[in-house]
Structure formats: structure tokens, C-alpha cells
């Protein structure tokens, strides 16, 4: 099939590798455009990207798409079977739904209804989920509301996070997409009543807030590891959480209770295992209280 290929990270990579390896003639890829990032600001392009670039595939990189007619009409001229989407970031307005002939298919990562949005992995983990997947979708211009063509189940190990989450789930996906376009299976309506929503995470819905339970912040490290990444005040410090557990301990919320760096919450206690401070490398939580204490 002729087909373009709308993704961004990591976790999009694997489907379109396998999109390549089963024969499919990669028309387009679609990334954002390179971003600065890190300490020295630098461009750095998105994993789509690179590895659009490593393997001479075409490569688009628009700005937005919204109001973007001549973007549309470039799309349309790829005169395209289908198109893939994979945690691409913007939103496809309903000229580019429409123009292959197949429509555009999703890779989501979650069992839909469950988690729509764009931070399903996150969301299942910090909800305490025991199960997820993935879930193939023909697009509509709802968010995540189109009809279901194929999905399949997985068990989230007790200590998954959300990078080794989303590893797996990624080659879950690559392996369901190339299966949807083979079959070409019967789509089925969501059941809307079981619909939930997982918004786009800022780096402050990582902030550990002490009044809140060990159980619930030892999940929240693990999903939010290693984007965007949990953190918590050290004095006047930002210090970055990397590994986590809850224990028991009681005390005012927020209270550090011994040296094993194991700190109050309002039910439980949360110890921290491995910490980042600013610029530092990560470190045994212990060892950074020692050298760290007053």
C-alpha cells in the first residue's frame, strides 16, 4: 500500500519500521519540526524524524496543520491508500481524514475508551490500571472517538513505568497496524459510557504532593518516569524522584522520618530509592540525604 506515516516518539518508531519491513511504500513521513532542547538549547529532532532521515524516507515537518490549506492540498496529492498516526501531536482537520482512500488509521496506547487523550500510558499506570494494550482506531475528528478495528490486551507488570510501559506497547502497535492493513477488519463504535480522558502532561502535574497517598505517589514516579518526571522541594532545591516505593510510616505529610530518605505522606510513606538533583547525575536516596543533611 501507498501510505503516509504521522508520528513523533519513540513510541511510534517501531510501527513505522514495520510498516517498511512488510512492503509498505512509505509515501511521507510526518514529524514536528526539530525543537532545542537541553542545557545547551540545540535542535534535536524528534525519533520520527531520525529515523525518516536515516532511512531516505520523505520527510514533512509542518508547523500546524490547522488552516493550513496548502499543507491539505499536498497531503491529498499524495494520492494515498492510507495514512498511520502514532502519537503525532497535532490534529488532523477532516480534509486530511478524508483524502486516502482508506482514511487514517491510529495507533493507540490503550484498550479504547479507556484513556483517550495524549497521555494514555501515564494515565493507566497512575490509575492503578492492572491492564491495558492497544487499540488500532479509524479516525473520525473526535479525539480518540473513532471506531475500533482492532485491539489487543496486555497485563501491566506491578513495576512497570512509563517508559518500559511504553516500549512494549509500542511493538504491540507495530505488530496490530500491520495486521489492520492486511485484514482490513469490520469497525466497531466505542462504547462512549466507558469513555475516560488522559490530558497532555505538563512537567507541574509531576510535582509529589505529600498529602496525597504513598500508594498513589509511588505510581506516580513509576508512570511519570522518564517524562516528565516526578520531582519534590529538597530546601531550595527541584530534586528530580527516579525510583520510588511506599512503605509504612506515619508523621505530618511531608515530614522526612529517618535516614533512608523516607518522607510522610497522608497515608503511608513514600521512600525515595534513587534521586536527580539539578545538573547531578542520579544517585542512591540514602547517600544524597547523607551529604546532603544539616
Known amino acids: 500500500m501507498r501510505l503516509a506515516f504521522m508520528g513523533s516518539p519513540e513510541f511510534a518508531v517501531p510501527s513505522l519500521a514495520a510498516l517498511l519491513k512488510a512492503g509498505h511504500e512509505i509515501a511521507a513521513v510526518y514529524a514536528p519540526p526539530s525543537r532545542p532542547a537541553g542545557r545547551g538549547h540545540r535542535l534535536r529532532q524528534a525519533p520520527v524524524a531520525r529515523f525518516a532521515a536515516e532511512h531516505g ?4 515537518t509542518p508547523e500546524k496543520l490547522r488552516r493550513n490549506r496548502a499543507e491539505w492540498d499536498d497531503f491529498a496529492a499524495l494520492d494515498l491508500d492510507a495514512a498511520v498516526v502514532a502519537a503525532y501531536g497535532l490534529i488532523l482537520p477532516k480534509e486530511m481524514l478524508a483524502a486516502p482512500r482508506r482514511g487514517c488509521l491510529n495507533v493507540h496506547a490503550s484498550l479504547l475508551p479507556r484513556w483517550r487523550g495524549a497521555a ?3 494515565a493507566a499506570i497512575l490509575a492503578g490500571d492492572t491492564e491495558t494494550g492497544v487499540t488500532i482506531m479509524q479516525m473520525d475528528e473526535g479525539l480518540d472517538t473513532g471506531p475500533m478495528l482492532l485491539a489487543e490486551p496486555m497485563s501491566i507488570p506491578p513495576n512497570a513505568t512509563g517508559g518500559t510501559l511504553a ?17 482490513n477488519p469490520e469497525p466497531h463504535p466505542q462504547p462512549e459510557a466507558e469513555a475516560c480522558y488522559a490530558p497532555r502532561l505538563t512537567h507541574e502535574d509531576a510535582r509529589l504532593d505529600w498529602w496525597a497517598t504513598a500508594d498513589m505517589l509511588a505510581r506516580k514516579v513509576r508512570a511519570f518516569d ?6 519534590c522541594a529538597f530546601g531550595a532545591m527541584r530534586l528530580k524522584v527516579r525510583k520510588a516505593i511506599a512503605v509504612p510510616g506515619s508523621g505530618p505529610p511531608g515530614t522526612l522520618l529517618d535516614d533512608a530518605f523516607t518522607i510522610a505522606c497522608c497515608e503511608g510513606a513514600l521512600r525515595l530509592l534513587l534521586v536527580q538533583p539539578p545538573g547531578g547525575k542520579v544517585m542512591d536516596g540514602a547517600a544524597f540525604l547523607r551529604g546532603h543533611r544539616k
Open 120 to 122: 494514555p500510558i501515564q
Open 167 to 183: 516500549a512494549t506497547l509500542a511493538d504491540l502497535g507495530a505488530r496490530l497496524i500491520v495486521r489492520a492493513l492486511a485484514e
Open 57 to 60: 524516507l520523505p520527510l514533512r
Open 226 to 231: 522518564p517524562w516528565p518526571g516526578s520531582f
